[in-house]
Nanobody, 126 residues
Framework: QVQLLESGGGFVQSGGSLRLSCAAS????????MGWFRQAPGKERQFVGGISKSGDNTNYVDFVKGRFTISRDNAKNTVYLQMNSLKPEDTAVYYC???????????????????WGQGAQVTVSS
């Protein structure tokens, strides 16, 4: 088992920045591929991006490329989502997720992940 706890959400104006953190506990953090998803009201949860176990590889959905950056610090058991140039359409609850698979592929589906955080609200005003 692993527990995930997001922090850093909040309210920001369009064009602003936020950094979300996701702290993990319960198992060696470096054994998990990590992902970030988001869910806006009335919409399905969607993949935002992910990072490999070592942090060497990342994968982003097109609509955040160049604006969002995922990083991790395995010594601190934490993964980060740096969000710049935020837009109102980025408003959503953001979730971090952990994939315990031994494979190194960064999954893009919710079903690829085994553990989830409680979510952090990000609201971007126009």
């Amino acid at each position: 088992q692993v527990q995930l706890l997001e922090s850093g959400g909040g309210f920001v104006q369009s064009g602003g920045s936020l950094r979300l953190s996701c702290a993990a506990s319960g198992r060696p953090f470096g054994s998990f591929t990590m992902g970030w998803f988001r869910q806006a009201p009335g919409k399905e949860r969607q993949f935002v991006g992910g990072i490999s176990k070592s942090g060497d590889n990342t994968n982003y959905v097109d609509f955040v490329k160049g604006r969002f950056t995922i990083s991790r610090d395995n010594a601190k058991n934490t993964v980060y989502l740096q969000m710049n140039s935020l837009k109102p359409e980025d408003t959503a609850v953001y979730y971090c997720a952990a994939d315990r698979s031994i494979w190194g592929r960064i999954g893009t589906r919710s079903s690829d992940y085994d553990y989830w955080g409680q979510g952090a609200q990000v609201t971007v005003s126009s």
